[in-house]
Protein backbone atom coordinates (compact mmCIF):
# COMPACT_ATOMS: atom_id res chain seq x y z
CA UNK A 1 0.00 0.00 0.00
CA UNK A 2 2.81 2.15 0.79
CA UNK A 3 4.26 1.47 -2.41
CA UNK A 4 1.62 2.50 -4.30
CA UNK A 5 1.07 5.79 -2.66
CA UNK A 6 4.78 6.54 -3.17
CA UNK A 7 4.42 5.90 -6.72
CA UNK A 8 1.36 8.18 -7.12
CA UNK A 9 3.03 11.28 -5.00
CA UNK A 10 6.38 10.56 -7.11
CA UNK A 11 3.97 10.69 -10.40
CA UNK A 12 2.25 14.00 -9.02
CA UNK A 13 5.88 15.73 -8.66
CA UNK A 14 6.60 14.80 -11.97
CA UNK A 15 3.28 16.18 -13.73
CA UNK A 16 2.98 19.10 -11.37
CA UNK A 17 7.06 20.34 -12.30
CA UNK A 18 7.11 19.45 -15.54
CA UNK A 19 3.69 21.55 -16.54
CA UNK A 20 5.18 24.11 -15.00
CA UNK A 21 8.72 23.84 -15.35
CA UNK A 22 10.94 27.15 -16.01
CA UNK A 23 7.87 29.75 -15.90
CA UNK A 24 9.18 31.16 -12.18
CA UNK A 25 12.03 33.10 -11.08
CA UNK A 26 11.89 35.92 -8.38
CA UNK A 27 14.24 38.61 -8.79
CA UNK A 28 15.93 39.65 -5.46
CA UNK A 29 17.16 43.39 -5.18
CA UNK A 30 18.70 44.02 -1.73
CA UNK A 31 21.83 45.38 -0.18
CA UNK A 32 22.79 42.31 1.21
CA UNK A 33 20.77 40.31 -1.29
CA UNK A 34 20.89 40.47 -4.58
CA UNK A 35 20.13 37.75 -6.94
CA UNK A 36 17.53 35.08 -8.31
CA UNK A 37 15.31 32.70 -6.47
CA UNK A 38 13.89 29.55 -8.01
CA UNK A 39 12.15 26.50 -6.58
CA UNK A 40 10.55 23.42 -7.35
CA UNK A 41 10.22 19.47 -5.92
CA UNK A 42 12.28 16.73 -5.17
CA UNK A 43 11.18 13.06 -4.82
CA UNK A 44 14.65 10.62 -4.17
CA UNK A 45 14.99 6.84 -2.57
CA UNK A 46 16.29 6.72 0.75
CA UNK A 47 19.23 3.65 1.27
CA UNK A 48 19.15 4.31 5.16
CA UNK A 49 21.16 2.84 8.04
CA UNK A 50 22.23 3.13 11.37
CA UNK A 51 26.12 3.84 11.86
CA UNK A 52 28.16 4.01 14.96
CA UNK A 53 26.15 1.49 17.33
CA UNK A 54 27.17 -1.86 18.38
CA UNK A 55 24.81 -3.94 16.76
CA UNK A 56 25.62 -5.01 12.90
CA UNK A 57 23.49 -3.15 11.04
CA UNK A 58 22.04 -3.22 7.45
CA UNK A 59 19.89 -1.10 4.98
CA UNK A 60 15.99 -0.35 4.27
CA UNK A 61 14.51 0.96 1.18
CA UNK A 62 13.02 4.62 1.94
CA UNK A 63 12.10 7.43 0.39
CA UNK A 64 11.42 11.61 0.61
CA UNK A 65 9.32 14.14 -0.86
CA UNK A 66 9.30 17.79 -0.61
CA UNK A 67 10.22 21.40 -1.73
CA UNK A 68 13.25 23.39 -2.40
CA UNK A 69 14.52 27.16 -3.25
CA UNK A 70 18.04 28.10 -4.29
CA UNK A 71 19.41 31.33 -3.86
CA UNK A 72 22.02 32.52 -7.07
CA UNK A 73 24.00 35.63 -6.10
CA UNK A 74 24.08 38.07 -9.37
CA UNK A 75 28.06 39.47 -8.27
CA UNK A 76 30.20 37.77 -11.21
CA UNK A 77 32.72 36.70 -8.43
CA UNK A 78 30.21 33.93 -6.93
CA UNK A 79 28.23 32.85 -10.25
CA UNK A 80 29.23 29.47 -9.93
CA UNK A 81 27.85 29.35 -6.23
CA UNK A 82 24.68 29.77 -4.70
CA UNK A 83 22.66 28.07 -1.68
CA UNK A 84 19.83 25.23 -1.25
CA UNK A 85 17.26 24.91 0.79
CA UNK A 86 15.16 21.88 1.03
CA UNK A 87 11.79 20.78 3.33
CA UNK A 88 11.19 17.20 2.66
CA UNK A 89 9.63 14.23 4.55
CA UNK A 90 12.20 11.64 4.66
CA UNK A 91 11.47 7.89 5.82
CA UNK A 92 14.98 6.66 7.52
CA UNK A 93 15.75 4.45 9.94
CA UNK A 94 17.40 0.72 9.37
CA UNK A 95 17.21 -2.71 9.75
CA UNK A 96 19.33 -6.02 11.32
CA UNK A 97 18.71 -9.44 11.50
CA UNK A 98 18.03 -10.76 15.13
CA UNK A 99 20.59 -13.59 15.64
CA UNK A 100 22.90 -11.56 14.13
CA UNK A 101 22.82 -8.43 16.89
CA UNK A 102 22.08 -11.05 19.93
CA UNK A 103 25.22 -12.78 19.08
CA UNK A 104 27.07 -9.58 18.68
CA UNK A 105 25.24 -8.57 22.30
CA UNK A 106 26.66 -11.74 23.67
CA UNK A 107 30.19 -12.65 22.33
CA UNK A 108 31.48 -12.37 18.76
CA UNK A 109 32.63 -15.36 19.52
CA UNK A 110 29.43 -16.95 20.85
CA UNK A 111 28.00 -19.59 18.21
CA UNK A 112 23.66 -19.95 18.92
CA UNK A 113 22.18 -22.51 19.88
CA UNK A 114 18.62 -24.10 19.41
CA UNK A 115 15.57 -21.48 18.96
CA UNK A 116 17.83 -18.51 18.77
CA UNK A 117 20.06 -19.60 16.06
CA UNK A 118 16.72 -19.86 13.68
CA UNK A 119 16.06 -16.59 14.01
CA UNK A 120 16.80 -14.91 11.00
CA UNK A 121 14.04 -12.15 10.83
CA UNK A 122 14.65 -8.61 10.36
CA UNK A 123 13.69 -5.72 12.22
CA UNK A 124 13.05 -2.95 10.56
CA UNK A 125 12.89 0.39 12.20
CA UNK A 126 11.35 3.38 10.53
CA UNK A 127 12.04 6.83 11.60
CA UNK A 128 10.03 9.17 9.62
CA UNK A 129 11.72 13.14 9.58
CA UNK A 130 10.95 16.12 8.56
CA UNK A 131 14.18 17.36 7.49
CA UNK A 132 15.70 20.95 6.56
CA UNK A 133 19.04 20.86 4.38
CA UNK A 134 20.91 24.17 4.02
CA UNK A 135 23.90 23.76 1.19
CA UNK A 136 26.27 25.64 -0.15
CA UNK A 137 26.34 24.37 -3.97
CA UNK A 138 29.15 24.92 -6.31
CA UNK A 139 28.44 24.47 -9.78
CA UNK A 140 32.26 23.18 -11.22
CA UNK A 141 31.03 22.05 -14.83
CA UNK A 142 27.53 22.85 -17.09
CA UNK A 143 26.48 20.06 -16.02
CA UNK A 144 27.56 19.09 -12.51
CA UNK A 145 27.73 20.56 -9.40
CA UNK A 146 28.71 19.69 -5.52
CA UNK A 147 26.97 20.89 -2.40
CA UNK A 148 27.46 20.04 1.23
CA UNK A 149 26.01 21.73 4.60
CA UNK A 150 24.28 21.01 7.52
CA UNK A 151 20.72 19.78 7.88
CA UNK A 152 18.00 19.62 10.76
CA UNK A 153 15.58 16.84 11.63
CA UNK A 154 12.44 16.46 13.44
CA UNK A 155 11.11 13.06 14.25
CA UNK A 156 7.39 12.83 13.74
CA UNK A 157 6.88 9.07 13.79
CA UNK A 158 8.87 5.67 14.50
CA UNK A 159 7.99 2.01 14.41
CA UNK A 160 9.03 -1.33 14.45
CA UNK A 161 8.04 -4.51 11.83
CA UNK A 162 8.98 -7.90 12.61
CA UNK A 163 8.42 -9.97 9.37
CA UNK A 164 5.48 -7.98 8.17
CA UNK A 165 4.05 -7.10 11.81
CA UNK A 166 4.53 -3.75 13.41
CA UNK A 167 5.45 -4.14 17.10
CA UNK A 168 5.22 -1.05 19.79
CA UNK A 169 8.70 -1.03 21.17
CA UNK A 170 8.61 2.09 22.75
CA UNK A 171 10.48 3.82 19.81
CA UNK A 172 8.48 6.89 20.32
CA UNK A 173 9.66 8.01 23.84
CA UNK A 174 13.05 6.78 23.24
CA UNK A 175 14.23 8.62 20.08
CA UNK A 176 15.08 11.77 19.89
CA UNK A 177 12.90 14.52 18.33
CA UNK A 178 15.41 16.81 17.28
CA UNK A 179 18.50 15.54 15.16
CA UNK A 180 21.18 17.77 13.56
CA UNK A 181 23.74 16.32 11.07
CA UNK A 182 25.55 16.79 7.95
CA UNK A 183 25.54 15.98 3.77
CA UNK A 184 27.11 16.19 0.81
CA UNK A 185 26.64 15.25 -2.58
CA UNK A 186 26.83 15.75 -6.89
CA UNK A 187 23.86 16.64 -8.92
CA UNK A 188 23.70 16.31 -12.79
CA UNK A 189 21.59 18.80 -14.99
CA UNK A 190 20.12 17.04 -17.70
CA UNK A 191 18.19 20.54 -17.88
CA UNK A 192 18.38 23.83 -16.72
CA UNK A 193 15.05 22.60 -15.12
CA UNK A 194 16.02 18.87 -13.95
CA UNK A 195 18.15 17.60 -11.72
CA UNK A 196 19.41 14.28 -10.60
CA UNK A 197 21.88 14.13 -7.47
CA UNK A 198 22.67 11.74 -4.85
CA UNK A 199 24.00 12.82 -1.81
CA UNK A 200 24.94 10.94 1.97
CA UNK A 201 24.22 12.54 5.23
CA UNK A 202 25.02 11.23 8.59
CA UNK A 203 23.91 12.32 12.00
CA UNK A 204 26.03 14.30 14.49
CA UNK A 205 23.44 13.36 17.16
CA UNK A 206 22.17 9.96 18.15
CA UNK A 207 19.14 8.47 17.19
CA UNK A 208 18.21 6.73 20.31
CA UNK A 209 18.22 8.34 24.03
CA UNK A 210 19.45 4.80 25.15
CA UNK A 211 21.38 3.20 22.58
CA UNK A 212 24.70 4.79 20.79
CA UNK A 213 23.35 4.50 17.22
CA UNK A 214 23.31 7.44 14.58
CA UNK A 215 21.40 7.73 11.10
CA UNK A 216 22.91 7.63 8.16
CA UNK A 217 21.65 7.92 4.75
CA UNK A 218 22.26 7.58 1.07
CA UNK A 219 20.34 9.36 -1.40
CA UNK A 220 19.23 8.95 -4.94
CA UNK A 221 16.96 11.62 -5.93
CA UNK A 222 15.67 14.22 -8.66
CA UNK A 223 14.60 17.55 -8.70
CA UNK A 224 11.84 19.57 -10.96
CA UNK A 225 12.47 23.71 -11.10
CA UNK A 226 8.87 25.51 -11.02
Given at each position: ?38 GG ?10 C???L ?5 N??Q???W???K ?7 N ?9 S ?24 M??N ?8 E ?6 V ?14 G ?7 Y???RVDGVD???G ?15 A ?27 H ?6 G?A???
Amino acid sequence: MMKKIALVVFCFFIALAVSAQGKYALDVNHKYLDGTLTGGVKVAMNLPHFCFGKLPHGMRNGGQAGLWVEYKPRAEKFRNWSILAETVFSSEGGKFTINQALAHLLSKDVQLRGMAENVNQDIIVTENYIKIPVLVRYRFAKYFSAEAGPELGFNVYSKARVDGVDYDLGLGSRTHWFSAGVGAGATYYLTDYMQFNVRYSIGLTRTFKDVDDHQGNVQIGAAFQF
